[in-house]
C-alpha cells in the first residue's frame, strides 16, 4: 500500500519528510473498511502511530482540496499521558498538516495556561493536550468541543494508570456524540475495553503487535551484578558502548537524583528527567541531549513517555521493570523508524529468575553476560581511537605550520602519544568490578577456572547475622591477606558461610586466618567472628532464614527502605543497596550500617 490515495497536502508533507510507505499501522488505519470508523488500535511503541492516527482523521478536517474545514471550534482533540508525549504529538501533526491550514494548540501542565487559552480562542483546529489541563480548560469554559469531529487517546492505557479516567471521561461527554473515537494503545487490559465499549459504535479493532513483542530493531542483553556495584557496573556500561545517546531508566525520582548525581561526579555529561523538574527544565534538558551537549539521561518512567531523540542508541534499565510492558515501553525509546539499538537490563543477582519470567512473558530473547570489564573498555578505546585517528581531515595552513613546530621539538612516537592521551583525558575512567557472583546466584554448577581443586572455609556467621558477600568478601581479603579472584563461590545459610580458596593457596590463606582470628577491625563489629578451614562442603544451606522465638531478625535498611526490616535497596537488590543506612545499636544509639563499614552485629 502506498500513501497515494490521501489528500494532496498531507500527500505533499509526507513527500517532504521523505516518507515513501506506511507502516504497518498506518497502512492498517487507511483501509476502506476503517474510514469513517471508530477504531481501537494495539501498536507498539516506535511503529509511527502518532502519523498513524494523523492520516486516519484526515478526511473528518480536510475538504476535496486538502484544505482544513473551520468550525465553530476544534475539529480534533488529542489526549496523551504526559507533558513529553503531548508535545511530541504536536511536532508530529504540526509537520503533518503544514500546508492544509490547520492550527494546532498544545495544552500541558507546566505551561502558560493563559497562553493557552489564547491560542484556544484564536480558533485552533487541532487540540493537543494531557488530561488534566484539558479538563481544567473545559471546566473554564475555553475548550469548547461541541464541533468534534474526532477524538484520539493516545496510549488509553497508561492513562488509566496513571488514574486519568475520571478525567477521561468528563472530557468525552463534552463532546458531540457523532464524533469518531479512535483509541490507541500498548495493550488492551480490561479497563481499555470498558471503555472502548462506553465511548465508541462498531469500532474496528486493529492490532499490530503480534506474537513476538519484543522489538525487532532492538537486542537485548541482560547484565547479572552485584547490588552494591550496580553504579559501576553502569558506569562501565556506559564507557563501553559510547552512544551517541542514551537513557538509563530508575523507578524513582530519588533514585534519578543518584544516579545523576554519580554520573556527573565521574565527568558524564548527563542530564535528568522526573517528576521534579518543572516543563523549563525538562525542556532545556531534551534539547541538551538533542543538539549534544549532553550524551546521557538518566529518567523515570513516567517522565521518559513520549521522548523520541534521533540518536537515542542505548537504553539502560538500572532498575527492573515492573512488568513486560514497562519493558517494552522503555526500550522502545531506541530502535526506532528502522534504525539499531540496545537495551540492556542490569540484574542484581537475587532477581535473576524474576527477570527470566519478564523476558519470557514479554517475548524477548535476551543474550546473558558479565558486565565489561576496565580490559574489555580499553579495547574499545583503542578500536575507536583508531578510527577518529585515521579518519582524513582538513587542516588549514596555520595547522600545518603549528604540526611543523611540533614535528622539529618532539619525535613522531612523542607527538603521537600525546594525542592519544588528550583523547583518553576527556573519558571517564571505567570501574573495577567484583569477577564473579555469589555460587547461589550462578546459573549452573561448573566451577570458575582455577577453582577446580577449591577448599571450602567456613564462618560461624550467616543470614540470620545478615551475613552478606558485600561485607563477607572485603572481610575475607582482608583477614586472609588474599586478592578478590582468590575467593571463589559463597554460600551463605542461616547461621554460617562457606567459600572457596583456590587449592594452592590454601594453607597460605588458613595460616593469615589463624592469626588473625578473633581480632577484627580495631573499633570494628566484625571482632569474634571465626574463619577456618571447612571438614567438607556446604551441602544443603535451607532456605530463608527464620526468626526464633524471643530473638529479633535484625538487618540493616538501606536508603530507601520503607518501615520493614529487610527490604529492597534503591536498585532492587538486597537492603542496603551500597549506600549506608542506619539502625540502632545495643544501647539505642542510631549508627550506620551496611558496606563496607564491619557487618552486623552477632545473634
Not at 583508531?386 to 605550520?401: F, S
Not at 555460587?439 to 570458575?448: C, G, L, N, V
Not at 530473638?551 to 540493616?556: A, D, N, V
Amino acid at each position: 500500500m502506498t500513501f497515494n490515495d490521501l489528500p494532496p497536502t498531507i500527500g505533499a508533507a509526507l513527500a517532504a519528510q521523505g516518507y515513501a510507505d506506511p507502516t504497518e499501522v498506518q497502512a492498517a488505519v487507511l483501509q476502506d473498511e476503517a474510514l469513517g470508523r471508530d477504531m481501537i488500535v494495539s501498536a507498539r511503541t516506535g511503529s509511527g502511530k502518532t502519523v498513524a492516527f494523523g492520516l486516519a482523521m484526515a478526511n473528518d478536517l480536510l475538504d476535496d482540496s486538502g484544505r482544513v474545514r473551520f468550525g465553530a471550534g476544534p475539529l480534533a482533540l488529542i489526549i496523551a499521558p504526559t507533558r513529553e508525549l503531548a508535545l511530541q504529538v504536536s511536532r508530529e501533526l504540526e509537520w503533518l498538516y503544514s500546508q492544509t491550514g490547520a492550527r494546532i494548540a498544545t495544552c500541558v501542565g507546566g505551561m502558560n495556561p493563559q497562553m493557552e487559552r489564547q491560542a484556544l480562542r484564536a480558533g485552533a483546529t487541532i487540540v493537543v493536550g494531557t488530561p488534566g489541563r484539558l479538563r481544567d480548560h473545559l471546566e473554564r469554559g475555553a475548550l469548547d468541543l461541541s464541533a468534534l469531529k474526532a477524538a484520539v487517546l493516545d496510549e488509553a492505557d497508561e492513562m488509566l494508570d496513571m488514574g486519568f479516567r475520571e478525567d477521561l471521561e468528563e472530557i468525552l461527554d463534552a463532546t458531540p456524540a457523532e464524533r469518531r473515537t479512535l483509541l490507541f494503545s500498548a495493550t488492551m487490559p480490561r479497563p481499555i475495553v470498558a471503555l472502548a465499549r462506553q465511548y465508541q459504535r462498531d469500532a474496528l479493532a486493529i492490532s499490530t503487535v503480534g506474537q513476538e513483542r519484543g522489538h525487532g530493531d532492538i537486542a537485548y542483553q541482560a547484565m547479572p551484578v552485584a547490588p552494591s556495584e550496580i553504579e559501576n557496573a553502569v558506569v562501565n556500561l556506559l564507557r563501553y558502548h559510547e552512544a551517541e545517546t542514551a537513557i538509563l531508566f530508575c523507578a524513582t525520582r530519588d533514585n534519578v537524583r543518584r544516579m545523576h548525581a554519580t554520573l556527573q561526579e565521574r565527568g558524564f555529561d548527563v542530564v535528568a528527567l522526573s517528576g521534579e523538574h518543572s516543563q523549563s527544565e525538562r525542556n532545556q534538558a531534551l534539547q541538551a541531549l538533542r543538539d549534544g551537549r549532553a550524551r546521557v539521561c538518566v529518567a523515570t518512567d513516567v517522565a521518559a513517555r513520549g521522548i523520541d531523540l534521533p540518536g537515542l542508541s542505548l537504553v539502560v534499565h538500572v532498575e527492573v521493570p515492573r512488568d513486560a510492558e514497562a519493558l517494552q515501553h522503555r526500550s522502545g525509546r531506541t530502535g526506532r523508524a528502522g534504525r539499531k539499538g540496545t537495551a540492556v537490563l542490569v540484574v542484581p543477582y537475587p532477581r535473576r529468575r524474576r527477570v527470566e519470567m519478564l523476558l519470557r512473558s514479554a517475548g524477548v530473547d535476551a543474550t546473558w553476560g558479565p558486565a565489561p570489564g576496565p580490559a574489555d573498555i580499553r579495547e574499545k578505546d583503542r578500536a575507536r581511537l583508531m578510527d577518529t585517528l585515521l579518519k582524513p581531515v582538513e587542516a588549514d595552513e596555520e595547522d600545518r605550520a603549528l604540526a611543523a613546530v611540533l614535528i622539529e621539538k618532539m619525535t613522531p612516537e612523542d607527538i603521537a602519544a600525546a594525542l592519544v592521551r588528550s583523547h583518553r583525558a576527556k573519558m571517564p575512567e571505567p570501574e573495577d568490578l567484583t569477577p564473579d557472583m555469589p555460587r547461589e546466584a550462578r546459573d549452573r554448577d561448573a566451577p570458575r577456572p582455577g577453582f577446580e581443586d577449591a577448599v571450602w572455609f567456613r564462618i560461624d556467621v550467616g543470614r540470620r547475622q545478615n551475613a552478606d558477600p558485600r561485607w563477607i568478601l572485603p572481610l575475607l581479603c582482608r583477614r586472609g591477606h588474599a586478592a578478590r579472584g582468590d575467593i571463589g563461590a559463597i554460600r551463605i545459610g542461616q547461621t554460617e558461610t562457606f567459600f572457596q580458596v583456590p587449592g594452592g593457596i590454601a594453607d597460605k590463606f588458613a595460616g593469615a586466618i589463624a592469626r588473625t582470628n578473633g581480632q577484627g577491625d580495631e573499633g570494628g563489629d566484625d571482632a569474634g567472628v571465626t574463619i577456618e578451614r571447612a571438614p567438607e562442603g556446604p551441602g544443603d544451606l535451607g532456605g530463608a532464614p527464620r526468626r526464633q522465638p524471643g530473638k529479633p531478625f535484625h538487618r540493616g535498611k538501606g536508603a530507601n527502605d520503607g518501615p520493614r526490616q529487610g527490604g529492597k535497596g534503591p536498585y532492587g537488590g538486597s537492603s542496603g543497596g551500597g549506600y549506608a543506612g542506619k539502625r540502632k545499636g545495643p544501647d539505642g544509639a542510631a549508627r550506620r550500617s551496611g558496606p563496607p563499614r564491619g557487618r552486623p552485629q552477632k545473634g
